[in-house]
């Protein structure tokens, strides 16, 4: 199966790891892609990388500071993607996360209020404001579906007390994301899909990927298949994959 090009994508939550090679695979296809994350000079850095991965194609790639944890401001960035790129979202990547260790012991009440901000509000939003007449359903008569994608992991099924903060909000967003992916195919004909990492991709004493787990990996073996599988869809929405694990 193949993964047609110039398509449009928002990705919300960018930096160094997956959200990087996704961009850049989706950039060697043509894609018109727009970054958000809240690093202005991060995204700069990202930007360029990405923009040479189009191998002379003709696509933007734009980014914007921003937090997504704040609901008017990632509305609004939402409305500029889509003002900038020039038309609706083919897919829209919800990445927003603090990766990082908090013991059960010791997170603060804020943390834990901050991260649920950022994980499972953002998450509401995104997929709210996706629905709400921002995803591209003029090609569902050609089989091709809007995708809302939502990134996660399995520590809201084996929550770990050193990652308390992230345990805890992940089990909400995977939550909100298994709740829009019951709605959102009838309510808005948007396919929804989570792709699960079930391991930690940077082995926290050396500061190195897992090798298993890289992101040059994870992209085409667990992101690739639902961009695959939102095109040529006979059946519709019958039989789609909402979760995948890798
Ligand atoms: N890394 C892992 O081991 C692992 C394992 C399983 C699942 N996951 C999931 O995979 C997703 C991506 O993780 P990743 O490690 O690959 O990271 P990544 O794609 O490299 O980037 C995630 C980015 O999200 C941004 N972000 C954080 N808070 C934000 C906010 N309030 N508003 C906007 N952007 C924000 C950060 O950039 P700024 O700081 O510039 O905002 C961060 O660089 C996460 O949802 C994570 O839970 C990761």
Redesign the pocket.
Known sequence: MSVSENRNIA????????????AIWLASLGWNIAL????GK??SAIADEVRRAQKGKDCKVIYR??????PEI?KATLDWCVQELGDKLDVLS??????APSDITETTPEDLE?DF???AV?TLVAGQWFANGNARVDRIVEGEWPLFL??????DKEPEPIMAS?SCV?AA?QTLSRLFAKALPERANILVGM????????NPTTGEYNQE?H?DRIIPKLFKPFFEDRENRRDGKQGWTVERLY
Do not use: W
Request: no cysteine; hydrophobic share 45%; aromatic share 4%.
């Open positions: 990705i919300v939550g960018v930096g160094s790891s997956m959200s990087k090679s996704l958000v994350s809240r690093s991060s995204l500071a921003a937090d997504a944890g704040d990632l919800y990445n927003a996360a603090r990766v901050q901000k950022v994980s953002g939502i990134t996660g992991g399995i520590l992230l992940k967003s792709p699960l990492i079930t391991g930690a991709l940077v787990f992101p």
